[in-house]
């Protein structure tokens, strides 16, 4: 197999691997709400790590073994080898809309790496490094504050964060080809602040693109990373390594070009995402309640407040020859119902009084009567006081 062939073949196993990486980190974030950065206790987030340092192995093989305007472009395909690996592993399908988007944002992108031309080997100064570092670090820092503003958009809170990762990588591979270019007179001391550098920009990388597979999806985040990443790094380049677009002002217009159509798919990838959490919302919002919940509504003149929802929970009544109940719910308090066995107590009517007025115990005079039992009223009724051995009786008075 020749050296081109090989470089080709290791480009489409490193995209492969790179997509695999990050289809593990979004089920990870999904699978893990409360660590958004840094799972550090998931097995499966290391297995991530390890498929994207593989993918950047090759790919760096890959590119000393073929030419940069070959190796660059397959790397592109990243997007499209993630989408069908998610339908076929993870049961995760994307629509009509994401493809589009994702094939836009790759062949802009490949065809803007195509027209960057290679430059001879350079490297950076001291303040040239240090300058890097510092505008690299306050654009992720910033993007990062973004990000946590946005933090009611889902989609636009992942794709800032997404860009502040694929920032981070794109300094991290300039950084590394600095310090290549220095090793090639022999390794000094003076490379081991651009080695802290290298990573400390690809950890940062690293877990801000696990940040922003949370809540997003898989297609807008890695299409993001994707672009992002090898555009800086280009820019850059051009920038400060003296590399040109290819076929003089032609290819600067084709560039720009290719840079809109990759912008657009991004943009279309994004807003798809936001579209379906609209309408992921509003499904929640008319969802029907549960079945067997009651909403109690509150007396009349209590004072307004929440209205609680209780479970309906039906009362339990023997078998008898009355009714049966209806399920009361347990929220509304039910009113008082005395039972027939309690005693019942009706007042009985006013009985006027007629009798004549007291006399003193010992002035009244005995009552003439044959009949040894007396009668009286007492609280509406007879009264039968026991027999007396005398004739005399007492009037009482309630």
Known sequence: MSALALSVLLSLVSAVAYAGGAIVQEQVAASSPDAQYAPLRRPAWWAAV?????????????????????VQPLGALTIVFALPMAALFVGRRAGATAWRGALMATVGLAGLLSLVGASGAQSLDTAQRVGAALVTGGAVVA???????????PAVRSILLATASGIAFGMSSVFTKTVAVDWTGGVTAGDLPSLAVIGVLATAGMVLSQASYRGAGLAAPLATLTVVNPVVAAVVGITMFGETFRYGTAGTVLALGCGVVAAGGLIMLTTERIAREGVDTGEAALAP??????????????????VPVAVAVPVAVPVTETPVREPV??????????LLSDKVVVPSPPVPDTAPAEEAYGTRAPVESDDPLSYGPFYGGPFVPPPMLGRRRVRIRS
């Open 50 to 70: 390890s498929l994207n340092g593989l993918g950047g192995l090759l790919h760096v093989v890959a590119l000393a073994l073929g030419p940069l305007s070959l």
């Open 143 to 153: 993007l990062m504050i973004a990000g946590r503003a946005a933090h009611r958009h």
């Open 289 to 306: 309640a549960p079945a067997g919940d009651t909403v109690a509504l509150p007396e009349a003149g209590a004072a307004p407040g929440p």
């Open 329 to 338: 719910a347990a929220a509304v308090p039910a009113a008082p119902v005395a």
